[in-house]
């Protein structure tokens, strides 16, 4: 059993927002394999289901983003798994937009929702999908920042950014860390600069 749990806050006001991204890639999780989300359990929407021939746990805690050690730590308790079966989805400021990172273990990088998790259980010894929601621009509170929503001109890029990070987490449990990392972390490619139109110099 693995337990994939997406990190946000709870309530229609933080629907949407940048810090709910762990949320929305759950949601994508739970649509792609048809596990329905059901009332509460573990502090959380959680639900099982399968991938391949893998069983698995989704999880969205409902005890906001500082406490979500709390949710984690019941749900591992409850159903005797250690950290080592556990995948945690969040945003990270320090990623650029759209950029999806799978992490093996390690400190919580100022995220809130990982520290709760990591003073929970104990041990910073899980694997975390991290998805990049980039920097405020100059002048903006990243507080403010990962509480306000996408533009309707994002819309597109953050569903491709979902898809991606959905999948990374399947792929950690179908193929295993190693492989997942070696396909999810290398740095997308750069789009090749257009050529220009015309004649060129001298032509």
């Keep these: 059993m693995q ?12 629907a949407g927002t940048r810090h709910n991204i762990g949320f929305m890639v759950v949601d994508a999780l739970a649509r792609r394999l048809g596990i329905e989300l059901g009332g509460v359990r573990f502090r959380a929407r959680a639900g099982a289901g399968s991938f391949r021939g893998h069983q698995l746990t989704l999880l969205k805690p409902r005890t906001y983003m500082n406490l979500s050690g709390e949710s984690v730590a019941s749900c591992l308790n409850t159903l005797r798994l250690t950290p080592e079966s556990l995948i945690v989805v969040h945003d990270d400021l320090d990623l650029a937009e759209g950029r999806v990172l799978i992490k093996a273990r390690g400190g919580d990088g100022g995220h809130r929702g990982i520290r709760s998790i990591i003073d929970a259980l104990d041990t910073d010894e899980f694997v975390r999908v991290r998805v990049g929601i980039g920097r405020p621009p100059a002048g903006v509170d990243p507080v403010d920042w990962v509480l306000n929503a996408w533009g309707p001109d994002e819309r597109e890029k953050l569903e491709e950014t979902i898809t991606r990070a959905a999948e990374a ?3 950690i449990i179908t193929r295993g860390l190693a492989a997942a990392m070696n396909r999810y972390n290398r740095t997308p490619k750069a789009a090749p600069e257009p050529k220009p139109e015309g004649p060129g110099p001298g032509e």
């Design 3 to 14: 337990i994939i749990a997406g990190l946000g806050n709870p309530g229609q006001e933080y």
């Design 169 to 171: 987490a399947l792929a």
